[in-house]
């Protein structure tokens, strides 16, 4: 007959685990997370029609964010008209009309290298999701 391992606890008091503490929360789930690929919900909905009414335009992947009903690609190729000398235009889709507005007048005044460079740049950080809408969500893709 061959003897069992050694425990390290031959022949001493069995373990007793400490009792909880105060606000000790056990590790593990603390809710069920949705089935797979029950989120992002799909294009055009949930199955049945189902759109979810607090995001009508979706929900940003990593966030969970809802989107803004304007888009980026939109508000980015306006605000690149600045070339021709109408910086602002992307602005003011967006909803930032004063903004927008001021950055039309100085283009229109100075018909400058500066109004260019601002339109370039600001069009940059639309495209790249830099640029939320004035509500804060972030602008969908697509047009």
Same mark, same amino acid.
């Given at each position: ?50 759109? &979810? ?5 979706? /929900? ?9 009903? @304007?888009? @980026? ?11 021709? $000398?109408?910086?602002?235009?992307? /602005? ?14 100085? $283009? ?20 790249? &999701? @830099?640029? /939320? &809408? ?6 969908? &893709?697509?047009?």
């Amino acid at each position: 007959m061959t003897e069992p391992p050694f425990s390290g606890n031959e022949g001493g008091p069995s373990y007793t685990p400490p009792p909880p503490q105060p606000g000790y929360v056990p590790p593990g789930p603390q809710y069920a997370p949705p089935p797979p690929g029950a989120y992002p919900p799909p294009a055009g909905g949930y199955a049945g029609g189902y759109v &979810d009414p607090a995001a009508p335009w979706g /929900r940003h992947p990593v966030t969970g964010e809802p989107f803004s009903e @304007k888009s @980026k690609v939109v508000g980015g190729l306006l605000q690149l008209l600045g070339l021709f $000398g109408l910086v602002g235009i992307g /602005r003011i889709y967006l909803g930032y009309t004063s903004l927008g507005v001021i950055q039309l007048v100085v $283009g229109l005044i100075t018909c400058g290298i500066g109004a260019i460079i601002w339109g370039i740049v600001d069009a940059i950080l639309i495209l790249t &999701d @830099k640029v /939320r &809408d004035p509500e804060g969500r972030p602008l969908r &893709d697509g047009t």
